[in-house]
């Protein structure tokens, strides 16, 4: 079973950056879709960003496009997250996942298709 493991979050202040990785186990990181998932306290999970296995097609939330950039390299089976113009309310504990099925050309944002989740690491936007 693959794990993931995401870092790089902490403290910033409003109009910031931070870049996310997410280092992932196993050898087949290449065959999968990912994506980026936000969770702040009293709220529901949300969907962020994904990017297909290939990394040649990449989605967004509207809340944070263009100003965040979901990439991956496939050599070094680590997928990123680039955040930039952070606001306060981009606040909330950050979690990478991996799409349940290999091969699969669109990744959506529902939460049911991805099988495997990081622990998560937390960013907090300072106003």
């Known amino acids: 079973q693959v794990q993931l493991v995401e870092s790089g979050g902490g403290l910033v202040e409003t109009g910031g950056s931070l870049r996310l990785s997410c280092a992932a186990s196993?050898?087949?990181?290449?065959?999968?879709?990912m994506g980026w998932f936000r969770q702040a306290p009293g709220k529901e999970r949300e969907f962020v960003a994904a990017i297909s296995y290939s990394g040649g097609s990449t989605w967004y939330a509207d809340s944070v496009k263009g100003r965040f950039t979901i990439s991956r390299d496939n050599g070094k089976n680590t997928g990123y997250l680039q955040m930039n113009s952070l606001k306060p309310e981009d606040t909330a504990v950050y979690s990478c996942?991996?799409?349940?099925?290999?091969?699969?050309?669109?990744?959506?944002?529902?939460?049911?298709?991805?099988?495997?989740w990081g622990q998560g690491t937390q960013v907090t936007v300072s106003s």
């Open positions: 996942a991996r799409d349940t099925n290999p091969w699969r050309p669109v990744v959506t944002g529902e939460e049911t298709d991805f099988g495997s």
């Open positions: 196993g050898r087949t990181f290449s065959a999968y879709g």
